[in-house]
């Protein structure tokens, strides 16, 4: 089937580590991005990339990172930077601009 | 800085009533999308409005877009029970990429 899958769904991670959550989408998208979302609240754009190699900050790319070696794969990590990262990550992809954009089913993130 | 800006962000409506959402946004930008999403799961694409005057209906939810008002709504008519979810609106903030400001949502009760 064709999709968007993230994972894991469901991740604890102790304070000063890093952690990486995986995106993998077999839409041959060309545009792919994550998202944050606090409970309560809309989405904040991290990082988004348009094309294999390369990848633009969003509104609250501190703390983040992210590869796009493949279409298909869009990583992120959560450095030991980020100061408040207990929250739902959405990875999505996009055919291009103006398009609709398609979301995975999360991944939670705790720090504990 | 664009800011998206919806209301009401909680609404409680019996089954059979009619109502709507609004969605109002600060910058100019011809794409708004509406989307749906259920407690502790992704988000569902509703509809995606590209331009003044757009108008998408699907069952019993219509969605319309106003670009001089900055101003797009979504109607529910004769709701029923599995309307119930929290529906965002996202607004694209540039032309040349999708990078979505979303508003904080309006979440939706239907009683029976």
């Known amino acids: 089937d064709g999709g968007i899958t993230q994972s894991p769904k469901y991740l604890f991670r102790k304070e000063g580590q890093n952690v990486t959550l995986s995106c993998e989408q077999n839409l041959n998208h060309d545009a792919m991005y994550w998202y944050r979302q606090d409970p309560g609240q809309g989405l904040r754009l991290i990082y988004y990339s348009q094309i294999v190699n390369d990848f633009q900050k969003g509104d609250i790319a501190e703390g983040y990172s992210v590869s796009r070696e493949k279409k298909e794969s869009f990583p992120l990590t959560v450095t030991s930077a980020q100061k408040n990262p207990t929250a739902f990550y959405l990875c999505?992809?996009?055919?291009?601009?103006?398009?609709?954009?398609?979301f995975g089913e999360g991944s939670w993130l705790t720090v504990v | 800085e664009l800011k998206v800006e919806q209301n009401p962000l909680f609404l409680s409506m019996q089954e059979g009533k009619n109502y709507t959402i609004y969605c109002n946004y600060s910058?100019?930008?011809?794409?708004l999308y509406w989307y749906r999403q259920d407690p502790g799961k992704s988000l569902e694409s509703l509809f995606v409005?590209?331009?003044?005057?757009a108008v998408k209906q699907e069952g019993r939810l219509m969605a319309s877009l106003d670009t001089k008002a900055r101003l797009s709504t979504l109607h529910i008519t004769a709701a029923v029970h599995d309307l119930s979810a929290t529906y965002f609106c996202a607004v694209d903030k540039e032309t040349s990429g999708s990078r979505l400001t979303f508003g904080e949502g309006t979440q939706l009760t239907v009683n029976p």
């Open positions: 910058t100019t930008s011809d794409r």
């Open positions: 999505a992809s996009s055919h291009r601009a103006g398009n609709t954009i398609y």
């Open positions: 409005l590209l331009s003044n005057g």
